[in-house]
């Protein structure tokens, strides 16, 4: 099989109100479908548009409280990450700040991420690049940065393997202006 990409990853969220609260409000996702759940009427489905024509969906029920923390278990979702212009991540760090949601942020080598919960206790990632790299050469540039990152004898992807791969695949090698951020980890 060869899928032609992510089509939705459909999650159990709490009620309607706090998850359209946060996915929509906070983080800016255009809610695009709302309607029963097509299996079980007594629950509803809602459609978030995750930026690049691709959804996120949540299964909520209005019985059901938010939650702090979450301990996912095997077969759970970790963390979801969405893909963030750079330009734009000091505004929706603002934006979180100010909703009452705690942030880190991190260099990760291969990009540079902010790191909140959303209202049920689930990690977010908002990751963005740190160079200008074409969405349908992605992959292809992320596994030749990984390959430059193993040939240099190095734990993780950084600045000089990505720039390493573009120049390899005759792309520009343009950074995109993020902050300093310390490396790790503390969500």
Not at 152 to 166: N, P, Q, R, V, W
């Amino acid at each position: 099989m060869h899928a032609a990409g992510w089509d939705h990853v459909t999650l159990v969220g709490s009620n309607a109100e706090d998850t359209i609260a946060f996915y929509r409000d906070v983080l800016g996702l255009r809610l695009v479908i709302r309607q029963p759940n097509l299996d079980r009427a007594e629950v509803e489905h809602l459609f978030f548009d995750a930026g690049d024509g691709r959804l996120v969906t949540f299964f909520v029920d209005e019985s059901r409280e938010s939650a702090e923390r979450q301990d996912p278990g095997v077969g759970a979702v970790h963390h979801l990450a969405f893909r963030i212009e750079a330009a734009d991540l000091p505004e929706i760090r603002d934006r979180l700040h100010e909703a009452g949601h705690g942030v880190s942020e991190y260099d990760r080598g291969a990009f540079h991420s902010l790191y909140t919960h959303d209202h049920n206790g689930l990690v977010i990632e908002l990751a963005a690049d740190k160079y200008e790299i074409p969405d349908d050469r992605r992959a292809e540039i992320l596994a030749r940065a990984h390959a430059a990152r193993v040939d240099d004898g190095a734990d993780y992807i950084d600045s000089e393997h990505l720039e390493t791969a573009l120049a390899e695949l005759g792309l520009p090698v343009k950074p995109n202006a993020l902050p300093d951020a310390a490396t790790g980890r503390d969500f």
